[in-house]
C-alpha cells in the first residue's frame, strides 16, 4: 500500500504539463489566425482602392480619347462645350454650339457622367466627363481637355494639350513636287512648229510630256525634321534625320552619285490638303465679330497693298504701308466673310499718317495675333465701297506708286512699288526671275498685297500677305527666346526668299539666310529669286517649317548657283502653333501633352474646392 501511495506521488509532478502545452499552442494559432485575418482583410481593401485607382486614370484617358475622336470626326468640334464649368469659365473660353447634348460636358454636382465602354453584358468599370478650354485655339492652334475619371468613390483628373496635325508639324511639306507654273511661267513644247504652252500640275507617278518640272533633293541637302508630301519625292542623295512620309513614295530615277540617308525607313501616308484660299484671315481684322471681340488678342492689323515690316527684337516692329487707310474693319452683316463697310485705324496698329512715311511707323508686335496684308480692293457696282479703296477715301487725290508708271532704274522694267522694291542704290536690282530662268509672275505690283519682312521676333505673331511674303533679310528669333515665340509667314502666292540680281545677272548680296519660322504657301510656293543665276549663295538655313502647295527650288543641286539646304524643325512648333495658322481642310487631332493635375470633381460630381 505504501509503495502504492508512492508511485502515485511520484507521478503528481508531470500531471497536465501536456494539456497546458496543448492550451499554449492554441492561443498562438488563434492570434496567428487573427493575424492573417487581419492582414488578408487590410490586402482586400488595399487591392480594391488599387483597382479604383487605376480605373479613375483609365477612365479619365478614356474620356480624354472620346473628346480626341468627336474632334476628327468634325474639326469644329472645339468649338463645343459648357462655359459654367469651373475649368472653362476660369480661361474665358467661348462655346457658340453649346453642349451639342453630350453628357461628358456635364459639371453639376449629381449631375450626369459619362461610363466607360464595356465588353457586352459587363458592368462597365468606370466613367468620366470632361471640361474644354479653347481659349488658345485661334492664337496658339491648341484644345486643352480636363478629363476626370470615376472608379468607385475615387476620382483623378488630366489635363491633355490637344493639337491638330498642322502644316507645321512637318518641317517640310508640298502638295505637288513640281513648280507652281503660274509663278514660274514655265512652259512645255507642245504639238506644233514653236508651240509652247504653260505646264500643267500632275503628282508624279501620273506626269504627262505637259507636267512642270519636278525639282530633287540633292546630295549636300540636309533636313531635320520629319517630311511628308502628297506627291513622290525625288531624292538624288540628302540626308534625312527623321520620318519621310509621302503618298508616292520616292524616286531616285535619273539620279546619279550619292545615295541618300534615311534615319527612319520612308512610308506612304495619305493626303493632307492646303485650304485654297487665306481670304477668312481677314475676318480676325474684324472688330464686329465673336472670333475676335471675345478673345483677349483682339482684333488684328489689316494693312493694303505693299507692306514693310522689320521686326526690331523689343517687342516693337517698324511698319510701312502707304496704300493703307483702315487698320481693322467692320462688315455690312454680322457673319464671317461678308462685304466690308467701314473700319477704324487704331493707334495699336500705326499712325496712318506714319504708315504713309518713308521712315514707317513703329508699334507694338500684336502678340498672339494676326497682321494681314491685303491686296487693294476693287472698286464695287454702285453702293458702299470697301474702307481700304484708296480712290473713294480722303486720300484719293495723293499721288500713289500706282500713279508713277516710271522705271526704278534702267537695270529694270518695273516702277518701284513705294517701299522700296526692286531696289535702287548702289546697286540696282534687275526684274526678278524664277524657275529656268522665266521672269516672276507681276513681282512688285504697286497694289498687291506683298509683305516684305526681316529683323528679330521676340513676340509670337502671323505675318500673312494675300499675294507674296518676301524675306528680305535674316529673321530671327533672340537667345532668350521663350519656347511660345513662334512666327508664322504665309504669302499665299509665294514666299520669296530675296535675292535680288544686277542688269548682268549676277546675284550681289551677301551670301547665307536664315529665317526662323512656320512658312506656308497655301496656293503657290516657296523659293528663292534667282537661283539660277551666278555662283553659289551658300546655305539656306530654315529653322521651323515649309508648307507648300507647289515645291519651289532654292539652287541648281550641285550648290554652282541658288542655295543649298539646311532644313531643321523648331520643336517648338511641335507644342505651339503660330497664331491663327492655316489648318489642312481635313485634319486630325492628335494629344500633344497630358499629365495628371488637381483632381477637378468628387465622386459626387461636385466640383473640387
Same mark, same amino acid.
Given at each position: 500500500m505504501i509503495r502504492i501511495l508512492r508511485a502515485l506521488r511520484a507521478r503528481d509532478d508531470e500531471r497536465g504539463v501536456a494539456l497546458v502545452a496543448v492550451v499554449g499552442i492554441g492561443m498562438v494559432v488563434m492570434v496567428l489566425v487573427a493575424t492573417l485575418v487581419t492582414v488578408a482583410t487590410s490586402g482586400a481593401r488595399l487591392t480594391t482602392n488599387d483597382r479604383d485607382w487605376a480605373r479613375a486614370a483609365a477612365a479619365a484617358y478614356a474620356g480624354i480619347a472620346d473628346y480626341q475622336a468627336r474632334l476628327n470626326a468634325d474639326n469644329g468640334y472645339g468649338n463645343y462645350g459648357d462655359p459654367t464649368s469651373p475649368f472653362s469659365r476660369e480661361t474665358g473660353s467661348v462655346f457658340p454650339k453649346g453642349a451639342g447634348g453630350n453628357s461628358a460636358f456635364d459639371s453639376q454636382s449629381g449631375g450626369r457622367w459619362v461610363d466607360v465602354p464595356s465588353v457586352k453584358g459587363a458592368t462597365s468599370s468606370g466613367s468620366y466627363r470632361y471640361a474644354v478650354d479653347n481659349s488658345k485655339l485661334t492664337s496658339q492652334g491648341v484644345l486643352r481637355v480636363q478629363a476626370t475619371g470615376r472608379?468607385?468613390?475615387?476620382?483623378?483628373?488630366?489635363?491633355?494639350?490637344?493639337?491638330?496635325?498642322?502644316?507645321?508639324?512637318?518641317? $517640310?511639306?508640298t502638295n505637288y513636287e513640281s513648280q507652281d507654273p503660274s509663278v514660274s511661267n514655265e512652259t512645255y513644247t507642245c504639238a506644233g512648229f514653236g508651240c509652247k504652252a504653260p505646264c500643267t500640275s500632275q503628282y508624279r507617278p501620273l506626269a504627262l510630256p505637259s507636267t512642270c518640272q519636278f525639282i530633287q533633293f540633292a546630295a549636300g541637302d540636309t533636313l531635320e525634321g520629319p517630311v511628308r508630301s502628297n506627291d513622290q519625292f525625288r531624292i538624288c542623295g540628302a540626308t534625312f534625320k527623321s520620318t519621310v512620309q509621302s503618298v508616292y513614295g520616292w524616286s531616285n530615277a535619273g539620279c546619279t552619285g550619292t545615295t541618300p540617308k534615311f534615319t527612319v %525607313?520612308?512610308?506612304?501616308?495619305?493626303?493632307?490638303?492646303?485650304?485654297?484660299?487665306?481670304?477668312?484671315?481677314?475676318? $480676325?481684322?474684324?472688330?464686329?465679330?465673336?472670333?475676335?471681340? %471675345?478673345?483677349?488678342?483682339?482684333?488684328?492689323?489689316?494693312?493694303?497693298?505693299?507692306?514693310?515690316?522689320?521686326?526690331?527684337? %523689343?517687342?516693337?516692329?517698324?511698319?510701312?504701308?502707304?496704300?493703307?487707310?483702315?487698320?481693322?474693319?467692320?462688315?455690312?452683316?454680322n457673319r464671317s466673310g461678308g462685304l466690308l463697310s467701314g473700319g477704324d485705324a487704331p493707334a495699336r496698329c500705326g499712325d496712318v499718317a506714319a504708315l504713309h512715311d518713308d521712315d514707317g511707323a513703329t508699334i507694338a508686335v500684336p502678340k498672339n495675333n494676326l497682321v494681314f496684308v491685303q491686296n487693294e480692293p476693287s472698286a464695287r457696282a454702285g453702293g458702299a465701297q470697301d474702307p481700304n479703296l484708296w480712290s473713294a477715301s480722303t486720300f484719293k487725290n495723293q499721288p500713289t506708286a500706282c500713279t508713277n508708271t516710271t522705271r526704278a532704274s534702267t537695270a529694270t522694267s518695273l516702277p518701284s512699288n513705294g517701299v522700296g522694291f526692286p531696289e535702287v542704290g548702289a546697286t540696282n536690282e534687275a526684274d526678278p526671275t524664277a524657275g529656268l530662268g522665266n521672269k516672276v509672275t507681276d513681282p512688285y505690283g504697286c497694289d498687291n498685297g506683298d509683305v516684305f519682312v526681316k529683323g528679330v521676333v521676340d513676340k509670337a505673331v502671323t505675318v500673312a500677305a494675300e499675294n507674296y511674303a518676301y524675306v528680305t533679310g535674316d529673321i530671327t528669333y533672340p537667345a532668350?527666346?521663350?519656347?511660345?515665340?513662334?512666327?508664322?509667314?504665309?504669302?499665299?502666292?509665294?514666299?520669296?526668299?530675296?535675292?535680288?540680281? %544686277?542688269?548682268?545677272?549676277?546675284p550681289y548680296k551677301a551670301a547665307n539666310r536664315r529665317i526662323d519660322a512656320a512658312i506656308l504657301s497655301n496656293d503657290g510656293t516657296f523659293a528663292v529669286q534667282n537661283y539660277t543665276l551666278g555662283s553659289g549663295r551658300g546655305t539656306l538655313t530654315v529653322n521651323g517649317s515649309i508648307a507648300q502647295n507647289f515645291r519651289g527650288a532654292v539652287g541648281t543641286g550641285s550648290g554652282s548657283s541658288g542655295y543649298l539646304k539646311d532644313y531643321e524643325y523648331d520643336d517648338s512648333l511641335a507644342t505651339y502653333t503660330p497664331p491663327k495658322f492655316p489648318q489642312p481642310?481635313?485634319?486630325? $487631332?492628335?494629344?500633344?501633352?497630358?499629365?495628371?493635375?488637381?483632381?477637378? $470633381?468628387?465622386?459626387?460630381?461636385a466640383p473640387s474646392p
Open positions: 472608379s468607385g468613390s475615387t476620382t483623378r483628373s488630366f489635363i491633355a494639350n490637344v493639337r491638330p496635325d498642322g502644316f507645321s508639324n512637318y518641317l $517640310y511639306f %525607313n520612308p512610308t506612304t501616308s495619305s493626303t493632307l490638303t492646303p485650304p485654297a484660299t487665306i481670304s477668312d484671315l481677314r475676318d $480676325y481684322m474684324r472688330t464686329d465679330l465673336a472670333a475676335t471681340t %471675345n478673345t483677349a488678342e483682339g482684333a488684328g492689323c489689316l494693312y493694303t497693298g505693299p507692306t514693310k515690316i522689320t521686326f526690331l527684337g %523689343n517687342g516693337k516692329m517698324n511698319v510701312v504701308s502707304p496704300l493703307t487707310v483702315k487698320t481693322t474693319v467692320t462688315g455690312t452683316a532668350t527666346r521663350s519656347a511660345s515665340t513662334v512666327l508664322g509667314l504665309i504669302g499665299q502666292q509665294a514666299v520669296w526668299v530675296w535675292n535680288p540680281a %544686277n542688269s548682268a545677272k549676277v481642310t481635313v485634319t486630325t $487631332y492628335r494629344v500633344a501633352t497630358q499629365l495628371e493635375s488637381k483632381t477637378a $470633381y468628387a465622386a459626387t460630381g
